[in-house]
């Protein structure tokens, strides 16, 4: 069992930047791909970013170039640095994390999820 901590969203202005962290429960965390997905009002919840061993990352490509997903196992702890916030990115944010280690982008291979973070960009 693996649990997921938010934090670290807000309101900005556009070309802002954020800093979100996912704190994770359990000893395994190092073993597991861990991801970020949103989620706008009315809309499916999106991919964004994954991150697995080795450096290993996934982005979307709608995030590529502005964020940055990174993960320090010894705080089991992972990170979005998300820079140059578009409007468009305004959503609630979830961490996930695989067993599988897929890096998938697809969240229904995902088994493990926190409460979301909200991010609101203004214009």
């Known amino acids: 069992q693996v649990q997921l901590v938010e934090s670290g969203g807000g309101l900005v202005q556009a070309g802002g930047s954020l800093r979100l962290s996912c704190a994770a429960s359990?000893?395994?965390?190092?073993?597991?791909?861990m991801g970020w997905f949103r989620q706008a009002p009315g809309k499916e919840r999106e991919f964004v970013a994954a991150?697995?061993?080795?450096?290993?990352?996934n982005y979307a490509d709608s995030v590529k170039g502005r964020f940055t997903i990174s993960r320090d196992n010894a705080k089991n702890t992972v990170y979005l640095q998300m820079n140059t916030l578009k409007p468009e990115d305004t959503a609630v944010y979830y961490c996930?994390?695989?067993?599988?280690?897929?890096?998938?982008?697809?969240?229904?291979?995902?088994?493990?999820w926190g409460q979301g973070t909200q991010v609101t960009v203004s214009s």
């Open positions: 996930a994390a695989d067993s599988a280690a897929a890096m998938s982008s697809r969240p229904y291979e995902y088994d493990y």
């Open positions: 359990g000893r395994t965390f190092v073993n597991y791909a």
């Open positions: 991150s697995w061993r080795f450096g290993r990352t």
